[in-house]
């Protein structure tokens, strides 16, 4: 089965950018790749998805890697509400079997 | 537009009791999802529902119990807790599977003594 590894933790200071990276060397073809943070004693909050291209949204990019065996997840300015823990996860659904992989997470500090 | 809400927030089990978890969302959302998180860990999946009438079992689906009668309820049960299952449990539901957002819950804290 195909599974994420990130870095326990990282610091970032305010407003600078934040690179988060993400392993999947596992990752199958129908696999799309999601990223989620969660904040203390809270349900995780979506960030952003995608396949196969590079996705931008309000909150983030997301950068994939040609072989999709890594991705990174782009904060362009971090700030104090950023500080979660960010989930890279892999969701696959096909013919109704659904399967969801959440790796350990990477807590994120931002330092003012 | 409530979002995605869970009953009860705290519950206090002793082994061998049964409970349910009852997981409602508003927003017309086909997929809903039941996860635990351990302490430290991320969420692992237990149970799914692709429509209303449907389940799955995700990755650790033993000990617990699912339904789906209308399309915006989806219940977890446990027939007979154990210490084992002392968790944080998350309802989640989503528009579509694979592409699909999944929109939360604020959680259940389950302890089992």
């Known amino acids: 089965d195909a599974k994420t590894t990130q870095p326990n933790s990282m610091e970032s200071n305010e407003e600078e950018p934040v690179h988060l990276p993400c392993n999947h060397s596992?990752?199958?073809?129908?696999?799309?790749i999601h990223w989620y943070r969660q904040l203390p004693s809270q349900g995780p909050e979506y960030v952003i998805h995608g396949l196969t291209s590079n996705v931008n949204n309000r909150m983030a990019s997301l950068a994939i890697a040609e072989d999709r065996k890594s991705s990174t997840l782009i904060l362009h300015r971090a700030t104090l509400r950023d500080a979660a823990v960010y989930y890279c996860?892999?969701?696959?659904?096909?013919?109704?079997?659904?399967?969801?992989?959440f790796g350990t997470g990477t807590k994120l500090q931002v330092i003012p | 537009n409530a979002g995605v809400t869970q009953t009860p927030k705290f519950r206090v089990l002793k082994t061998g009791q049964s409970m349910t978890l009852l997981c409602a969302q508003d927003m017309n959302h086909e997929y809903m999802y039941w996860y635990r998180q351990d302490p430290g860990m991320g969420l692992r999946l237990i149970h799914y529902?692709?429509?209303?009438?449907?389940?799955a079992k995700g990755e650790v689906p033993d000990g617990y119990n699912v339904s789906r009668l209308k399309k915006q309820n989806f219940l977890l049960g446990l027939e007979s807790a154990a210490p084992s299952q002392t968790s944080v449990y998350f309802c989640?539901?989503?528009?579509?599977?694979?592409?699909?957002?999944?929109?939360f819950g604020p959680g259940t804290r389950l302890t089992v003594t």
């Open positions: 996860i892999l969701q696959m659904n096909s013919g109704g079997y659904q399967k969801v992989t």
């Open positions: 596992t990752i199958s073809g129908t696999d799309y």
């Open positions: 989640a539901s989503s528009r579509s599977g694979g592409t699909g957002e999944q929109y």
């Open positions: 529902s692709v429509g209303e009438g449907t389940t």
